[in-house]
């Protein structure tokens, strides 16, 4: 079992930045998966990013093309935390941020039902 707990959402300006953060609970965090998504009023939820480990011992990250170049996903194993750098925010950023975990590794999983756990989320919202 694995609990996670998202923080860091708020209310910024377009141009700003912001880092979430997800602390997970569970005995083998540093092989999950772990990506965040997120879910505007109305749409579905839609992947964002993830960071998957790989037999090297390092990690693979993955983008969404709608944040490719302004977001960064990095990890800590040793504190069980995953990190969304978000830069140059937009007004469409503006969601709920979901952190999920998966088992499975390769091919990095994008769509949600590919995710066994969730964290409860937090708001971003990008004002203009």
């Known amino acids: 079992q694995v609990q996670l707990v998202e923080s860091g959402g708020g209310l910024v300006q377009a141009g700003d930045s912001l880092r979430l953060s997800c602390v997970a609970s569970?005995?083998?965090?540093?092989?999950?998966?772990m990506g965040w998504f997120r879910q505007a009023p109305g749409k579905e939820r839609e992947f964002v990013a993830a960071?998957?480990?790989?037999?090297?011992?390092?990690?693979?990250?993955n983008y969404a093309d709608s944040v490719k170049g302004r977001f960064t996903i990095s990890r800590d194993n040793a504190k069980s935390t995953i990190y969304l750098q978000m830069n140059s925010l937009k007004p469409e950023d503006t969601a709920a941020y979901y952190c999920?975990?998966?088992?499975?590794?390769?091919?990095?999983?994008?769509?949600?039902?590919?995710?066994?756990?969730w964290g409860q989320g937090t708001q971003v919202t990008v004002s203009s």
């Open positions: 999920a975990a998966s088992a499975i590794r390769m091919p990095v999983p994008v769509v949600p039902a590919a995710y066994n756990y």
């Open positions: 569970g005995r083998t965090f540093s092989t999950y998966t």
């Open positions: 960071t998957s480990w790989r037999p090297d011992n390092t990690y693979y990250a």
